[in-house]
T-cell receptor
Framework: EPEVTQTPSHQVTQMGQEVILRCVPI?????FYWYRQILGQKVEFLVS????????KSEIFDDQFSVERPDGSNFTLKIRSTKLEDSAMYFC????????????FGDGTRLSIL | QKEVEQDPGPLSVPEGAIVSLNCTYS??????FMWYRQYSRKGPELLMY??SSGNKEDGRFTAQVDKSSKYISLFIRDSQPSDSATYLC???????????WGLGTSLAVNP
C-alpha cells in the first residue's frame, strides 16, 4: 500500500540553527500538508500546499517557516533560526484531488531543539 | 469553547469488550469527520472517514456522526489487545480541508 515517508525520523538541532524536514507524499496525491504535535497537546495544522503554492497557513506558520516542493516527489518544511518551543513531532500528509478524499500521514519527524 | 473536545482517558477495557469513543465540536461548518489511530512513535493512521451525518461500518469499527448534536462516535466491537493505541478524531470544513483535531483518547485493551 502506498505511504507517505518522512526523513529523518529524529532530528536534534541547536537553538538558532536551520532545519529541513523532508517528506515524500503518495505519488498521485496533489494536496500536501504539514502538522505538528507538541508533546501532550493536540495535533495542529501548519500549512497546506497545492499547485506549487501555499493554499492556507495557520498563525503558527510565520516567517520562520517555509515550504517547498523542489521536484516531483519531495515536499519540505524549513524552519529558520529554531527556538526551543519548536520541539515537536512534525507530520506530513497528502491526499488525492477530490473534495471527498482523506489525508494520509507519515510517521513524523521528532524535532528536538537544544 | 474549544473547537473539538475529546476525553483523553485513559480508557482500559477487557479483551472482547465494545469500546465507545466520542468527540464533540462547535463549528457547524465541519462536514468531513475522521478517526485516526496512533501507535506510540508512529503517525496517525486513517481508520474511518465519513461525510456529513450518518453511520459507516468497516469490519469491527463503526463511525457515527450526528451533526444536529455536533457529536461523533467510534465503536469498536470485539476489542483486541492490538487495538491498544491513541484514537484521534479530526474534522474539516469543505474547501481546503485542514484538519482540526481532538486531543486523542488513550485506549488499553487487556488480554
Amino acid at each position: 500500500e502506498p505511504e507517505v515517508t518522512q526523513t529523518p525520523s529524529h532530528q536534534v538541532t541547536q537553538m538558532g540553527q536551520e532545519v529541513i524536514l523532508r517528506c515524500v507524499p503518495i505519488s498521485n496525491h496533489l494536496y500536501f500538508y504539514w502538522y505538528r504535535q507538541i508533546l501532550g497537546q493536540k495535533v495542529e495544522f501548519l500549512v497546506s500546499f497545492y499547485n506549487n503554492e501555499i493554499s492556507e497557513k495557520s498563525e503558527i506558520f510565520d516567517d520562520q517557516f517555509s515550504v517547498e516542493r523542489p521536484d516531483g516527489s519531495n515536499f519540505t518544511l524549513k524552519i529558520r533560526s529554531t527556538k526551543l518551543e519548536d520541539s515537536a513531532m512534525y507530520f506530513c500528509a497528502s491526499r488525492e484531488q477530490g473534495d471527498g478524499q482523506p489525508q494520509h500521514f507519515g510517521d513524523g519527524t521528532r524535532l528536538s531543539i537544544l | 469553547q474549544k473547537e473539538v473536545e475529546q476525553d483523553p482517558g485513559p480508557l482500559s477495557v477487557p479483551e472482547g469488550a465494545i469500546v465507545s469513543l466520542n468527540c464533540t465540536y462547535s463549528n457547524s461548518a465541519f462536514q468531513y469527520f475522521m478517526w485516526y489511530r496512533q501507535y506510540s512513535r508512529k503517525g496517525p493512521e486513517l481508520l474511518m472517514y465519513t461525510y456529513s451525518s450518518g453511520n459507516k461500518e468497516d469490519g469491527r469499527f463503526t463511525a457515527q456522526v450526528d451533526k444536529s448534536s455536533k457529536y461523533i462516535s467510534l465503536f469498536i466491537r470485539d476489542s483486541q489487545p492490538s487495538d491498544s493505541a491513541t484514537y484521534l478524531c479530526a474534522m474539516s470544513a469543505a474547501g481546503n480541508r485542514k484538519l482540526i483535531w481532538g486531543l486523542g483518547t488513550s485506549l488499553a485493551v487487556n488480554p
